[in-house]
């Protein structure tokens, strides 16, 4: 009975009943289970590399055995003398072998067998002799063959209580059928019938029927005669309506109806009055079935993937119900009466329309399973409802005691290529409603303003866009360089609004991948789902023809990428699809196919992803607005635009929430001296903050959450390095990044003379000068500072006494300075050279590097070396090499961070701009990033180590912590679409320019039992030892970021 939509907890419950039962029935049985010599259960027989069938031999004085299991031996044929030997034989087990045909054996076992399994066998045809023979069956399994037909032999086994021939390909069964007049159970789901077979009508005594997954079209109007009836399974069926008489089965008890184009049920239906279990599920209902109504002993329903926009305050009368699932539906509200089913232990409510949850939702307390994601939930704010129903009843509860206060406010990022205009713009549309700025902004008021000399990384301004409603937005303006590739993505948070600027006057057709389209694959990777405009700038400079024509060029070509982009996702989920058609043994035969060896759960994980990327595209607002920072008339329409999408409610509908006073007061606190003037705050200061407002620990994360989205601070709650932090004071969080990241020799140096003019001579750690006259002083110091200044800029390279003046205004004390290269090291932006792990350094200057100035193209390669021949033969060492490739985006800054995070796990290391290669004990790796070569080829991450064979772990210890530890990185990026490989030893050995890449899945599986060797298609399918495919023991999958996780749960 496995019905496609039925993988829920019942079909288990049903299972583990009936499976107990059969237990039950044969406790008293003398029973004897033989496996075949060579097999291996656990594999499955079909892996036996033994060329013959196995063999079998039958102990001897087996004459008072009842039971024999001789399942999963993959047996062609009985072991001699079956028949002969066991004289009280009752129940024969030969589920899982390679049967074609019933064995003749069992006629001779017939006149007292009560009870034969024959499921999972390659049966195409019974033999009518030896299904006549069996005179005294009771239960009989069939199911999982390849049947065309049923003998009408069948018909004469009169004793018969329970059939299975499901999964089969039989479409008709025997009339003969119609006699078997005890039959309690049938199963023949999953055949290839066209129509409900009528000999079935005759089945009085039928209890339990799955007709499941054939194409019936429709129930006969007679079926009313199996009044005994209490399970039917009728899933994916092709229905389409139920006729009157179906109404008739008054002993149903559960019923499943789900996937059959159903839109509506007999106004009967409701004299269903013993049903308990009813799946509607994935039919076409528009409204609530009213004739469910009445049917007050339901205990579960499902409702999931219909049309519903409602549901009846009528439903409190269900007050028996355990479990009601209505997924996946277009429901907008829920009627205030749903609380009255406080008996409900599962709600599942996701992917719905639902802005309000009914007050008094703490009395549904009984609530284990709760599933509301993917609603555009206002109050209470998703945050609260995707922890539960006790933190919604604390909310209601405290909502109800206090005054809730509105406050609209929005995270505004202005993107966009270098001098696109996105500053004058913020300028411009700031200007005169500038209402003190938060961040690193400046001061002018006056129009026209003079955009800042150099652009200045991120700034943060506060903007009453509508002080009448008293709507602001947070802008944060993100300049275009480069340099600030590694820190800017920690600015892109969900529930922003993107303003992608374009430079109209230079913009031509061909720049668009670098001026737009990278932009838009970067957030949409960041965050997907993120709502994103797109404003032209420079429209004055444009004749209005052109301005047309550009403005549409880019609305195409955005429409091209998405249509690609979302093509491509699809193809690969179908691929993943067609994989899981096949079964997994199929898989592990086939080395050419995709998913070559890859476990269903890896799939069906893999195909949860394509998914999500699908669910979650970019909400790109069409058209593009021009504006030319010039004209104020069009500033003021563009103004007028971004109110009229932040106000739009389905757009941003946290917009609009009423948010509880405690959260309000939890922002206030943090922007009051003294802890405002901190560089941060630690999650316990935060803690202590939120219960000064009265919020408790647990409820603290939600509002921390909130004030990160809506851009008053930065809050990183999945980032393990990060989430002890709570960012508030931005203005210098970005004064300190901006430092190290504006890569202008000249500002550095001043910031350093300016530093060391000070009083930082008085400690030991500052430059060690001679005794020389004044001026000569002041040049030697300058050239020093100057040579520091070159080191860093070329070798991304400063000592730790060098950064102390550079971040002179915010480091009082030694200790501080220690907490800021700490988090610097903790956002990945720098690592300690000289520092070993977990050692105070002991009097000696620490040097710190910036991965992202490194230079130098290739590092000192002696590690890597060593394992080659310098000629370019092949190597002595086999290697191990898995390749992370990103056929969309490349996210910014990834190497960079990446090249920091592994810094704990490897020694001895020399960076280069593309390559590191280091030491992991004595272990050489080498981590290179190849960038995209046009858009043939997608940018690579590969790592990659190499040892001998028999020490082939070494390498595996080696690079596994170094792959887990980017796809902790990735972890950041959820609507990434990238592939894992392990590239094939063989041909990296043989130097193939294009060696086989096995699916990067198996390194989270477990070698595959008694296999040696896997094939490699490329090169006449040569052998690869699995000890260069398959990790020693399965690397742990990542715990996918949480928006995936919440995917997957559902
Ligand atoms: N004529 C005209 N000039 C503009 C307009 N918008 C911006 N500019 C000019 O374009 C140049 C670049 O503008 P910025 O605002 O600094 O550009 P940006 O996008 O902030 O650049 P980065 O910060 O480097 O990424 C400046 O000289 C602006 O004065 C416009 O609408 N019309
Ligand atoms: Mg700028």
């Known amino acids: 009975m496995a019905g496609k939509d039925s993988g829920n907890l019942k079909t288990v419950r049903l299972w583990r009943d009936a499976a107990l039962r059969a237990r039950k029935l044969r406790s008293n049985l003398r029973q004897l289970t033989l496996s075949a010599s060579g097999g291996c259960p656990g594999a499955g027989a079909d892996q036996l590399d033994s060329p013959e069938a196995p063999q079998l031999i039958l102990p001897a004085n087996i004459g008072d055995i009842e039971v024999l299991n001789l399942g999963n031996n993959g047996l062609e044929e009985v072991p001699d003398g079956l028949g002969s030997a066991l004289g009280s034989l009752r129940v024969l087990v030969l589920r899982r072998n390679h049967f074609t045909r019933l064995p003749p054996a069992v006629a001779e076992l017939g006149h007292h067998l009560t009870e034969l399994d024959v499921s999972h066998n390659r049966l195409t045809g019974l033999g009518a002799e030896v299904v006549s023979a069996m005179r005294e069956l009771r239960k009989l399994n069939l199911s999982h063959n390849q049947l065309p037909s049923l003998p009408a032999q069948l018909g004469a086994l009169v004793h018969l209580e329970e059939l299975d021939v499901s999964f089969n390909r039989l479409a008709h069964l025997p009339d003969s059928l119609s006699c078997l007049h005890r039959l309690r159970t049938l199963d023949v789901d999953h055949n290839q019938l066209t129509a409900f077979p009528q000999q079935l009508l005759q089945l009085a005594a039928l209890e339990e029927l799955d007709v499941s997954s054939n194409r019936l079209r429709g129930l006969p109007e007679d079926i009313s005669a199996l009044r005994a009836l209490k399970i039917l399974w009728l899933s994916g069926a092709e229905l389409g309506t139920l006729p009157i008489g179906f109404c008739e089965l008054a002993s149903l008890e559960s019923l499943m109806l789900d996937n059959n184009g159903l839109h509506a049920l007999p106004a009967q239906f409701s004299s269903l009055q013993r049903l308990k279990m009813l799946n509607l599920s994935s039919n076409l209902f528009e409204e609530f079935p009213a004739a469910l109504l009445p049917l007050a002993g339901l205990e579960e329903l499902y409702l999931s993937r219909n049309q519903l926009t409602s549901v009846p305050s009528l439903i409190s009368g269900l007050g028996r119900l355990l479990t009601l699932w209505l997924d996946n539906n277009r429901i907008r509200y829920l009627p205030d009466t749903i609380v009255e089913l406080t008996g409900l232990e599962e709600l599942v409510l996701q992917g719905n329309q639902i802005a309000v949850l009914p007050d008094n939702f703490g009395q549904l307390s009984r609530v284990g399973l709760w599933k509301i994601k993917d609603n555009p939930l206002i109050q209470p704010p998703y945050e609260v409802c995707m922890k539960g129903i006790p933190y919604i009843a604390a909310y209601q509860k405290e909502l109800a005691h206090s005054q809730p206060a509105v406050q609209p406010r929005l995270k505004l990022l202005l993107m966009g290529h270098k001098a696109a205009g996105k500053t004058l713009l913020r300028h411009c549309l700031t200007e005169e409603r500038l209402e003190g700025n938060q961040g690193g902004g400046d001061k002018e008021k006056s129009y026209p303003p003079s955009p800042p000399p150099t652009s200045k990384g991120i700034e943060v301004t506060s903007w009453t866009a509508d002080a009448s409603r008293g709507l602001r937005f947070i802008v944060y303006d993100l300049a275009g360089d480069e340099s600030y590739e590694v820190i800017q993505p920690f600015f892109l948070s969900p529930g922003a609004l993107y303003v992608l600027v374009v430079n109209l006057a230079t913009y031509e057709p061909c720049c668009f991948p670098t001026t737009v389209g990278s932009f838009l694959h970067r957030v949409g990777a960041r965050v997907p789902h993120a709502v994103v405009c797109i404003v032209g700038t420079h429209a004055d400079l444009c004749g209005e023809r052109e301005l047309e024509e550009k403005c549409l060029d880019i609305h195409r070509q955005i429409s091209l990428q998405e249509k690609h982009d979302a093509e491509g996702l699809s193809h690969l989920a179908q691929v993943v699809d067609e994989a899981l058609a096949g079964d997994f043994e199929l898989r592990s035969a086939s080395p050419h196919a995709a998913y070559y060896g890859v476990s269903d759960k890896n799939l069906r994980r893999r195909k949860a992803h394509f998914q999500y990327l699908l669910n979650h595209r970019l909400q790109i607002l069409s058209p593009v607005l021009p504006v030319s920072c010039k004209d104020p008339r069009q500033l003021q329409r563009l103004r007028d635009k971004l109110l009229s999408v932040a106000e739009h409610r389905e757009i941003f509908p946290n917009l609009h929430r009423v948010l509880p006073r405690s959260w309000q007061v939890l922002e206030e606190l943090h922007f009051q001296p003294p802890q405002a003037q901190r560089l941060w705050l630690s999650w316990w200061d935060s803690a202590r903050l939120g219960l000064q407002a009265g919020l408790t620990e647990d409820r603290l994360q939600s509002a921390l959450s909130y004030l990160h989205e809506s851009g008053k601070l930065l809050y990183f709650e999945d980032s393990p390095a990060l989430k002890e932090h709570v960012f508030h004071n931005l203005t210098r969080l970005i004064d300190i990044l901006n430092v190290f990241f504006q890569r202008d020799a000249s500002l550095l140096l001043h910031k350093l003379l300016l530093g060391n003019s000070g009083d930082g001579e008085a400690d030991g750690e500052s430059l060690p000068l001679m005794a020389l006259p004044a001026p000569s002083q002041d040049l030697l110091r300058a050239t020093q500072l100057h040579h520091y200044v070159e080191g860093f800029l070329l070798h991304g390279l400063l000592p730790a006494h ?83 490739s990103f056929p969309f985006t490349f996210p910014p800054g990834l190497f960079a961070r990446y090249s920091v995070q592994i810094n704990s796990h490897v020694v001895h290391r020399s960076d280069g701009k593309f390559q590191i290669f280091a030491y992991r004990g004595k272990v050489p790796v080498v981590v290179s990033y190849r960038p995209a070569k046009g858009g043939l080829q997608p940018d690579t991450l590969s790592i990659a180590s190499h040892a001998s064979l028999p020490n082939i772990w070494t390498a595996w210890q080696a690079i596994t912590p170094l792959v887990e530890e980017l796809n902790v990185l990735l972890q950041e990026w959820p609507g990434l679409h990238y592939t894992v490989h392990i590239l094939c030893s063989k041909c990296l050995k043989r130097g193939s320019p294009n060696p086989h890449a096995f699916p990067g899945e198996l390194l989270s599986q477990p070698r595959p039992e008694g296999v040696a060797e896997i094939i490699c298609p490329k090169n006449g399918s040569e052998r690869v030892n699995v000890a260069l495919v398959y990790p020693p023991t399965p690397t742990v999958i990542s715990p996918c970021s949480k928006y995936l996780h919440s995917f997957l749960d559902n």
Not at 813 to 821: K, V
Not at 823 to 838: F, I, R
Not at 845 to 869: D, L, M, R, S
Request: aromatic share 10%.
């Open 802 to 884: 060098i950064i102390r003046l550079l971040l002179k205004p915010h480091v009082q004390a030694q200790q501080d300075l220690q907490l800021l290269l700490e988090l610097l090291e903790k956002m990945g932006l720098c690592y300690c050279l000289n520092k070993p792990k977990g050692k105070p350094l002991n009097g000696s200057t620490a040097w710190y590097k910036f991965p992202c100035y490194v230079q130098n193209e290739v590092p000192h390669a002696e590690a890597w070396i060593n394992g080659t021949n310098l000629a370019g033969q092949s190597f002595v060492a086999e290697q191990l090499q898995i390749e992370y």
